[in-house]
């Protein structure tokens, strides 16, 4: 097999000896010349550029010009160029060729710079170019060209080369999918040659294994917004920053709708209005964490993939939404204010209900002091346990004898959600005689210090109180309501209206649970008021602690004035969801909600009276919603509630970028993040779209040439005795 790699140039030709079929665009044929297959393959086609200057040369000097007139008849791939000559054909198709067998096209003829002393040598030369495998094999691609065969690269897929390179591929991206280091590329590839598969003779180092997912992932970032250009959906960015080797990151998400609205109106009630939240890009701010930085950063990675120019010239950026911090909420210059400036006055900026849940808990905590000691206490076991693996096998084996099934006790309110604070809580609520058993055994233990044994007393001290328990109980009951909460903001089907509408439903589940006094763990505190004992464990009074209805009520209050100020564009969006409408016998549901129907139609570009009057059947006659009311309800479903999912985004970067790993480019760990999060399961990964791409832009197979012998190692004397007595 001789192949061929013909790669582009920029020089250009003659206009007058390129016919317009040599102009039609192609990417790779398979030629056969002589005895041999050739494969070539053309990456680009350079420009022609015409002679319009009347004092350059255009014959050679040593013919007269009507003998270069008849031999450009004869052979019309001719072109010259200041008396020298060149072809026109191998220029056309590309320039230099790179033959694993050693097949070249001199320089010169692509370059236009063939010269000769005589006319007799310059004939030889004519002739020896024109019966070459190589101009033979650009021949062939004009040919090629003239039937409009794919853009592409065209190679035959069941080649042995081709699969050899596809096999690199699904190794490379099983590596991104798992998260695994690129210097196992090498071993691995190593594996499936001593398994009897062929993998070729390169893309074997860590370097080639970057460079193949960062293709991957490029390919597949354009494949999605290729899609979102066919569907036309509306679209919400979210963001958040955070920090990748002391680089300032911004993690940008889409939400938007993947289905077709020509899908039955039960598949699309079944996914959702096909509305999901997207992995795009994890972007650099070179130009520091400022709103600016931000937005030039997130601008330039939608405009690499063309995406800046669909939201703009379609206005289908409807929403965006930070967590709420000052660079990216200021009314004066933060990014959501640019971006409403940049995509136009209907992009809604919304602050993340999910951070505004632990904005609330922390203004409530500062606001009620007695929880101070409550949160110190924690904090002491937290710090106990966590530091020292001696105390938490002991604690491990006082429940095994209690029979307390233990949970972990985690920090309480530190950066975390607000749901892990209810683990912990619960934790100390469920292990509560584990702990009483372990601190009183500590505190007599006299092989520990005096100051480990006061310290084991004091805690058990604090433990065993009434105030204690009846805090405990408090804060369980609350931060359960809280947690279930935070779970539903950070859900991926959470969108604006649901997630105010779950916050509603909080605050009045805390009003009424102050009302009745507290909650079920509560109830059980009082319960044991007669026996003061809690689990088998005997408790004394202590001092006053939490005031419950106090903190509570701080709660609500926090909650509520952070969700205050609900915009129009929230209230109309509330109308088209039924558990807002009026009863179905009513006279009111007919022409309910029509006018915000119609605002949110002009806003979101949309015709507003096929909208109206499929509202308007899709309200009484307890149908389906029709097709031109889906894309509203899918709009409607786009509104992101939180940035919760930048919050996933952030954890798949900290296990991507773990400690034993060398340091990578913010673009590879991109690249990394968007098949991993996005790409389909390694059994269903097809590498061969990605393979032809990959040698369209000019990459090599991996079969392109015979690499050098080896560099030898020294052998490792210690390991090699170690092997013999294993093996």
């Not at 904005?359 to 409550?374: C, E, P, Q, Y």
């Amino acid at each position: 097999m001789l192949v061929t790699r013909v790669q582009s140039t920029s020089m250009p030709v003659e206009s007058t000896s390129v016919t317009s079929k040599q102009k039609t665009a192609v990417s790779e044929a398979s030629v056969s010349a002589s005895s041999s297959s050739v494969v070539v393959v053309v990456e680009s086609i350079p420009e022609v550029a015409s002679t319009e200057n009347a004092a350059v040369v255009v014959y050679p000097t040593v013919w007269t010009f009507d003998r270069w007139e008849s031999w450009k008849k004869k052979l019309p791939w001719l072109i010259c160029r200041n008396a020298k000559v060149g072809c026109a054909v191998c220029c056309d198709a590309g320039t230099t060729q790179t033959v694993k067998t050693g097949v070249h096209i001199s320089a010169e003829w692509t370059a236009v710079s063939v010269e000769a002393k005589t006319a007799r040598k310059l004939k030889e030369k004519i002739y020896r170019h024109r019966n070459s495998t190589a101009h033979i094999a650009a021949e062939n691609i004009l040919k090629v060209r003239q039937q409009d065969l794919l853009k592409g690269v065209i190679i035959d897929a069941d080649s042995h080369y081709f699969e050899e390179t596809s096999r690199v591929f699904r190794t490379a991206y099983a590596i991104a999918k798992m998260d695994l280091s690129f210097t196992a590329h090498r071993g691995l590839l190593d594996l499936q040659e001593a398994n009897g598969l062929d993998v070729g003779k390169v893309h074997k180092s860590d370097h080639s294994c970057s460079k193949i997912i960062s293709h991957i992932s490029s390919q597949m970032k354009k494949a999605f917004c290729e899609r979102l250009k066919s569907l036309s959906p509306h679209v919400a960015v979210m963001l958040d920053e955070s920090t990748l080797y002391k680089k300032s990151v911004i993690a940008v998400y889409l939400r938007t709708r993947l289905v077709d609205i020509s899908e039955s109106a039960e598949y699309m009630l079944e996914t959702n209005y096909g509305v999901t939240n997207v992995y795009f890009g994890l972007v650099e701010a070179s130009e520091g964490c400022t709103a600016k930085g931000i937005m030039g950063a997130v601008e330039c990675e939608f405009d690499q993939f063309k995406l800046n120019e669909l939201l703009l010239q379609n206005k289908l950026l409807i929403a965006i939404c930070t967590d709420g911090a000052s660079v990216m909420t200021g009314t004066s210059s933060g990014v959501a204010t640019q971006f409403i400036a940049r995509y136009g006055e209907n992009v809604e900026a919304f602050h993340c209900l999910a951070h505004r849940l632990e904005l609330s808990v922390n203004d409530a905590l500062k606001s009620v002091t007695a929880t101070n000691h409550f949160q110190s206490f924690l904090k002491s076991l937290y710090a106990l346990y966590s530091q020292s693996p001696k105390n938490q096998r002991e604690l491990g084996e006082v429940a095994a004898d209690t029979e307390t099934q233990l949970l972990h006790i985690t920090a309480i309110f530190d950066v975390r959600w607000v749901a892990s604070s209810f683990r912990s809580v619960r934790a100390v609520w469920r292990n509560f005689p584990a702990l009483h058993d372990h601190f009183r055994n500590a505190s007599l233990d006299l092989t520990r210090t005096s100051t480990e044994r006061a310290k084991f007393a004091g805690l058990l001290k604090k433990l065993t109180t009434v105030s204690f328990l009846t805090d405990l109980a408090t804060m369980k009951d609350v931060l359960r309501e809280l947690s279930s909460l935070s779970l539903k903001l950070q859900s991926r089907t959470c969108n604006i209206v649901t997630g105010f509408s779950e916050i509603d439903s909080t605050i009045t589940v805390l009003k009424a649970m102050k009302t009745a006094g507290g909650g079920k763990s509560t109830m059980k505190v009082l319960a044991i008021s007669a026996t003061n004992t809690f689990k088998g464990v005997p408790l004394a009074v202590g001092k006053p602690g939490i005031n419950a209805g106090q903190f509570m009520a701080a709660v609500i209050d926090e909650l509520s004035r952070r969700v205050n100020g609900k915009s129009t564009l929230l209230a109309d969006l509330q109308k088209l969801y039924k558990n807002n409408w009026p009863p179905v016998d009513s006279d009111e549901l007919i022409l309910f909600g029509e006018e915000s129907v119609t605002r949110l139609a002009k806003r979101l570009g949309l015709a507003a009276r096929p909208v109206v009057e499929a509202y308007r059947k899709y309200k009484t006659q307890k149908g389906k919603p029709q097709s031109k009311l889906l894309r509203l309800l899918a709009a409607a479903e786009t509104y992101p509630g939180s940035t919760a999912e930048c919050e996933r985004g952030f954890s798949a970067m900290n296990e991507t970028v773990w400690d034993k790993r060398s340091a990578m480019n913010v673009n590879t760990v991109s690249s990394t993040m968007f098949i991993k999060l996005n790409g389909v399961p390694v059994t269903n990964f097809d590498p061969y779209p990605y393979v032809r791409s990959w040698i369209a832009a000019g990459n090599r197979q991996s079969t392109s040439w015979v690499t050098g012998p080896k560099a030898a190692k020294k052998p490792d004397i210690h390991q090699t005795l170690v092997e013999k007595c294993c093996m």
